[in-house]
């Protein structure tokens, strides 16, 4: 029996809601290390602290929550 895990991802608002529109997470620049290791039934928690990726406009809140 596997045991459920919980993750917090840190990426910007626009690359969680493309993830979010497509049906994917992604983490690390698009590693596949981390992703490795999550399992279906995990869960996957998002926190943005800029709203595009190289831009200065701060969101710094939770995005997205997903389940696996």
């Not at 999550?38 to 929550?65: H, K, L, V």
């Amino acid at each position: 029996m596997m045991t459920t895990k919980y993750w917090i991802a840190v990426a910007s608002r626009d690359h969680v809601l493309r993830g979010v529109e497509g049906g994917f997470c992604q983490v690390c620049h698009g590693r596949s290390g981390p992703l490795k290791r999550m399992n279906p039934g995990d869960w996957i928690i998002y926190y943005s602290s800029r709203t595009r990726f190289n831009q200065e406009e701060r969101c710094q809140r939770f995005t997205a929550i997903g389940r696996l």
